[in-house]
């Protein structure tokens, strides 16, 4: 365990940051979670979060006792500036510029503005947020730069040394299941399975060997796809 303290992680409610959240239980004694309220459509993420939560602390006796305060902050002011599949009833396509139309500008950049300003006043040094490269939607603010030269701004900005984790910056969905595993067994894939929101459609969908979402979304399609390499992977060894 990593004693340098205490983390806070972004924790939206899906597959990824849940496995971030994991990831932060096995390496710091004090972990707190933040998520973050900007009028998105799958709002249903909010709730499933504080299933989440609740799961682990039941089904991880260790983890438990590491896990702290939850943060939600209302960012409405990022859905009324944003006109984005993400926070309007409109159907996802590819954009001119090759983003798909969920791109929501500067999102990761604020998000983890507001986490270091509640890090700031807590006492917390880390930071972990599910932001990945190598299987990801195109996002910008997703890349292995920006989050570092975000860290950089922020540590400048207000006179600290955090750390920004992202640990899932280098795999894709499949090592990302792969992960979850490593780190909770088959009790957390369960959670993953069962309980994290991933779907953009604020519905929760039919239940599929992979999870529940509308199961044709752009973040169904790669949880999917990434379910599905990772358990015939695994079949094969
Ligand atoms: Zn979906």
């Known amino acids: ?92 396509h590819m954009e001119e510029d090759g983003l798909p139309n969920t791109f929501v500008p500067g999102r990761n950049l604020l998000f983890f503005t507001f986490a270091a300003a509640v890090a700031w006043r807590r006492g917390i040094r880390n930071l972990v947020g599910g932001m990945c490269e190598t299987d990801f939607s195109g996002y910008p603010d997703c890349r292995d730069d920006t989050i570092k030269a975000l860290q950089v701004a ?3 900005g207000m006179d600290r040394r955090f750390v920004l984790h992202t640990p899932l910056m280098w795999l894709d969905k499949a090592a990302t299941w792969a992960l979850a595993r490593q780190l ?21 969908g039919s239940h599929q060997a992979w999870g529940y979402g509308c199961g044709t979304c752009p973040a169904c399609a790669l949880r999917k796809r990434g379910y599905i390499a990772w358990s015939e992977g695994r079949s094969l060894s």
């Open 1 to 92: 365990m990593n004693d340098d303290g205490a983390a806070l992680v972004l924790l939206s409610g899906g597959q990824d940051s849940t496995t971030c959240l994991a990831w932060a239980l096995e390496r710091f004694a004090h972990v707190e979670t933040i998520a973050f309220d900007y009028g998105q459509r799958h709002r249903i993420e909010l709730e499933q979060r504080l299933v989440v939560r609740a799961e682990i602390r039941k089904r991880f006796a260790p983890w438990a006792e590491r896990l702290f305060d939850d943060h939600l902050v209302d960012l409405g002011v990022l859905g009324q500036l944003s006109e984005t599949a993400l926070t309007r009833n409109v159907a996802f």
């Open 154 to 156: 922020l540590n400048l």
């Open 184 to 204: 909770g067994g088959d009790a957390l894939v369960d959670i993953v399975r069962e309980h994290t929101h991933t779907c953009y459609e604020s519905v929760r």
